[in-house]
């Protein structure tokens, strides 16, 4: 159907001319009968809705506000409504429609397109109701007219078993149709009935054809809605229009016509004409504005007839003859036939013979139907004959009607006959992908009109060996690839050579690639130059010629020269480059190198480049663009990371900081472990370059893969973790740090490690916090209160921190208990948290909290829970084993001080993992040799196991610990009773 054109926009216009308008509102008089229910069918109404906007069709009448709507510039309105005034008149005739639809489609952003489907959208909806079921079974539909294709994508929908074609005249209309319908439907350009199509373009003979608001676009004109027979026989001219079916329809094949929203209607003269024209089983459906003429093509169509004549009298006689066709004489001798047959007459034949007759009849009428094409036809025939002769010929059918599974059979018992069994035999194996087979039968047919389907297959050949090529399945397409060869060298494209040619290198098949590649070279191409020298060299690819001797590649330089010097094969300017760069010539190595660089992808590049960055470098070229290439090798072929450290150094020292950065984030991201130069000289690049931060953290992580590290990397991690104090990895870090000098008997220097760092930054609260364990632990309990007191100072009176003031002071008293200072800051506390409460309208936490309160904390109670400590110093032992135990807890303390990584100790703390409730670490006292063959075996035993996050701020973060500890040990507890 020859729908037009999208919805509508904003504007006003002139009004048309009185004739004009006059006509508009006889159209208006179409839409009335739109009454019978509205967009009824709901996947119609989605459909429009999301593709046009669409909610309501529009009259023809209406098509000037419509527009005005959209466009609202008189001047750009103007030459639309001058074409539409045209296609109305129908003066223009072809035309004035092929105008009309283009100036449409010109105006793309305005979507105009919308209004030719609302003003069809009523008989869209009626054709979409009726015609799926009158539609053949199976075959092809064709849709003349199709317009921008969305009433064939509906239908296809409806209908997907059936094989869709559309005919369009507007060429600006089907791009558009072919994105609308994509695959499904096949497009076609042309007119119906005038512009004959070009042969290469021909459209297959059709099962139905669909005439659906057409045929009356070019007779337009002051017509009434309605006209008599008489009048519109001879205004629309359908039984010369009607005569464009033959050959295009198959006989006995369905037309479909509807008049569509144009006037001068008259469904029964639609109906006469097919009748007079010999159109069998003539039938109509629908009622009034919505209706459609069916009928089925005869054999032949009958003589033009004259309006004048009566249409009665023609049905009478049509009705005498079998199946309505015209009289004929009846076949004289079957003698006879056989001599038209020889003649080439089948048309003749067909006509002399009745379309149901048997026996030999049968055989000769399939013989003739069979030349002509007509495959379909030919099987019914060929089964009346009743023979064997004939049983063999519907193979041949059935391959044509692509009933692929239904012809193997028959046609591999044939194909021995060869000719055009073994061709129908390769057309089956082809359409079922089995292209090896197609293509041995179709090379031995030795029939002429096989050299179109081996060149086909041999192209779809190429294409799968060019997927399996992609996939790295080397052997297999090189199996096929001599597979052809085996069955004649004549079928070995260029394509096929070419791939061949690679796979055989792959494989280092090396005598078969030389093949293949002198063949490519005997036909001028450049890929077989380069496959000589590649075979000549035993070299798979580019990847491989680093490993190949100067004296090898010098024996194939002419084979390298000429491939350059036909297609500038990238592989071959590399091969070249890397022969001048060997033989020290580096100008000329120069010049291949970068051609080959950006010639080449992948790894290829990253050599080219590499050499070239090599050569420039002693041609003496600026530093900065010798790094470039070195930058550029790197993305293509990644450099080690030794290599990227030299590098980054290299620019830093000629000013290059950002070339440097990006070759030293390679060397940041392997971290030091890579790196073989010195650790400390990394670590200062990398702080020059990325900052403090980036330094630190790679030596963080270095240190925590490593199991005893060094206490010179230690101690500089520790004092780079002071800017960053903060951060979990500064706490391991001290943590880490600090068991080191500890396991190491350094407690000395620990001791002035502290000192010092405190000298430079007062008012680190952590670096405090460290040195007062210290002093705990060395049992100097005056100096260790002293600096717990400096950072309760510090916590209350500069952080202003209530809850790290109260951690602090419950330390202070583990010291001494008795100390009525402590008492006044624990008063001064309270005083405080009183006043915030207050302030902010909540309860008082510290309320009701004494000394001994605060000391208890929020401990639970224990029941005789088991637990194993292993880390920490003598002193904060022997301060929480009683305090504890008084809580019911029983403990086995194994402290960094008496207990060395020895292996009695370490049996002794796995001995009694079995009847422990779980067991805590203190990591900041204990090593990695002490702590992990314990942790492990208390993994596997199912023992949960704590590890104190870096230092525990003391006695107070260690009672922390032990309250977050609790849960798992009562669930332990639970399980064992």
């Avoid at 539409?84 to 489609?105: A, H, N, P, V």
């Avoid at 129908?424 to 087979?437: D, N, Q, T």
């Avoid at 085996?486 to 055989?504: I, M, Q």
Wanted: with cysteine; net charge negative; hydrophobic share 40%.
């Amino acid at each position: 159907m020859l729908i037009r054109v999208q919805s509508p926009s904003g504007g006003t216009q002139k009004p048309v001319k009185a004739q004009l308008l006059t006509k508009a509102i006889r159209l208006c008089l179409l839409f009335s009968a739109y009454s019978v229910g509205g967009l009824v069918d709901t996947q119609v109404k989605r459909y429009f809705r999301s593709q046009f906007h669409l909610e309501n069709p529009i009259s023809p009448g209406r098509f000037e506000a419509e527009l005005a709507k959209r466009i609202g510039s008189p001047s750009r309105r103007r030459p639309i409504l001058q074409v539409w005034k045209r296609y109305l008149d129908g003066e223009d005739g072809l035309e004035g429609i092929r105008s009309f639809y283009r100036q449409l489609l010109s105006h793309p952003r305005e979507r105009l397109e919308s209004l030719v489907y609302a003003v069809h959208l009523p008989f869209i909806e009626f054709y979409l109701r009726e015609l799926p079921k009158v539609l053949p079974p199976q075959g092809r539909i064709l849709e003349v007219g199709a317009f921008t294709g969305a009433l064939v994508k509906l239908l296809s929908d409806a209908r997907p078993e059936l094989e869709w074609h559309a005919l369009e005249g507007v060429a600006e209309a089907i791009p558009l149709g072919q994105a609308r319908t994509g695959e499904d439907v096949c497009w076609h350009q042309g007119w119906f009935g005038i512009d004959p199509l070009s042969p290469r373009d021909s459209l297959p003979q059709m099962d139905s054809v669909l005439l659906l608001s057409v045929l009356p676009e070019s007779h337009l004109g002051d017509l009434p809605p309605s006209l008599d027979e008489a009048t519109f026989t001879a205004h629309f001219h359908l039984d010369q229009a009607l005569r464009a079916l033959e050959g295009l329809l198959k006989p006995g094949g369905l037309v479909v016509y509807s008049h569509g929203p144009f006037l001068g209607k008259n469904p029964a003269a639609v109906a006469g004409v097919l009748k007079r024209l010999g159109f069998l089983e003539v039938a109509q459906v629908g009622e009034g504005e919505y209706t459609l003429v069916m009928g089925r093509l005869p054999e032949a169509l009958c003589g033009a007839v004259s309006p004048q004549q009566n249409p009665l009298l023609l049905e009478e006689e049509a009705a005498l003859l079998p199946g309505g066709s015209p009289r004929l004489s009846l076949p004289l001798s079957v003698s006879e036939i056989w001599g038209l047959l020889e003649e080439g007459a089948y048309s003749e034949v067909l006509s002399r013979l009745p379309e149901g007759a048997g026996g030999e009849f049968a055989y000769l009428r399939g013989r003739a139907l069979l030349s002509l094409s007509r495959f379909a036809e030919a099987d019914a025939a060929l089964a009346l004959a009743g023979r064997q002769d004939a049983e063999d010929l519907r193979p041949l059918c059935w391959a044509e009607l692509e009933d692929y599974r239904r012809a193997l059979p028959r046609l591999e018992e044939l194909s021995s006959r060869g000719g055009r069994w073994k061709l129908a035999l390769g057309k089956v194996y082809m359409g079922l992908g089995r292209l090896s087979e197609a293509l041995r039968q179709l090379y031995e047919c030795g029939l002429p009109e096989a050299e179109v389907y081996l060149k086909t297959t041999l192209l779809r050949i190429e294409e799968r060996v060019a997927r399996l090529t992609r996939e790295g399945d080397w052997s297999e397409a090189s199996r096929r690839v001599e597979f052809a060869e085996d069955l004649s060298s004549t079928l070995l494209t260029r394509g096929l050579l070419e791939l061949g040619l690679g796979a055989a290198l792959q494989q280092g098949l090396w005598a078969r690639a030389e093949r293949y590649a002198q063949r490519l070279y005997d036909l001028g191409e450049a890929t077989g130059a380069l496959g000589l020298a590649l075979a000549g060299l035993r070299v798979r690819g580019p990847g491989f010629l680093d490993s190949v001797p100067l004296e090898e590649l010098k024996e194939v330089e002419p084979y390298l020269t000429d491939a350059v010097a036909k297609a500038e094969d990238a592989t071959a300017l590399l091969a070249l480059g890397m022969l001048r760069h060997r033989e020290g010539r580096h100008p000329e190595a120069l010049r291949y190198l970068e051609r080959a660089a950006r010639e080449s992808k992948g790894e290829p590049a990253g050599t080219a480049y590499h050499l070239l960055a090599i050569s420039k470098r002693i041609l003496e070229y600026p530093v900065s663009e010798v790094l470039g290439d070195h930058k550029r090798a790197h993305a293509h072929k990644a450099y080690s990371v030794p290599t990227l450290y030299e590098l980054a150094q290299e620019a830093l020292r000629v000013g290059e900081p950002v070339v440097a950065r990006e070759f030293l984030g390679r060397v940041r991201d392997a971290g030091l472990g890579l790196v073989s130069a010195d650790i400390g000289e990394v670590l200062r690049l990398v702080e020059t370059l990325e900052g403090p931060w980036e330094a630190f953290r790679m030596l963080a992580q270095w240190l925590g893969r490593t199991l005893d590290p060094p206490l010179e990397y230690l101690e500089q991690a520790y004092r780079l973790s002071r800017s960053f104090s903060q951060s979990s990895e500064a706490e391991a870090v001290r943590g880490q740090y600090l068991a080191a000098l500890y396991s190491a008997g350094q407690a000395l220097g620990a001791e002035g490690l502290l000192l010092s760092e405190l000298a430079h930054h007062p008012d680190a609260l952590e670096v405090i916090y460290d040195l007062a364990e210290h002093y705990e632990r060395i049992g100097l309990y005056k100096k260790a209160a002293a600096q717990w007191r400096k950072a309760l100072d510090m916590a209350y009176y500069a952080e202003k921190d209530l809850e790290l003031s109260r951690e602090l002071l419950r330390n202070l008293l583990f010291l001494n208990p008795t100390d009525l200072e402590l008492q006044l800051y624990l008063e001064e506390l309270k005083a405080t948290s009183k006043a915030l409460s207050e302030l902010d309208g909540v309860s008082d936490p510290l309320a009701a909290t004494t000394p001994e309160s605060l000391m208890q904390g929020s401990l639970p109670r224990f029941h005789g829970e088991y637990l194993i400590v292993v880390g920490g110093h003598t002193q904060l032992r022997s301060r929480m084993v009683p305090h504890l135990e008084a809580q019911g807890l029983k403990l086995d303390w194994f402290d960094s001080d008496g207990n060395t990584a020895g292996r009695e100790v370490i049996r002794r703390i796995q001995s009694r993992l079995e009847r422990a409730h779980g067991m805590m670490i203190v990591s900041s006292y204990v090593g990695h040799d002490l702590s992990e063959p314990v942790r492990l075996e208390a993994e596997n035993l199912g023992v949960p196991v704590y590890i104190t996050p870096g230092r525990a701020r003391g006695i107070t973060g260690f009672l922390r610990a032990i309250g977050e500890f609790a849960p798992q040990l009562f669930k332990r507890a639970l399980k064992g009773t």
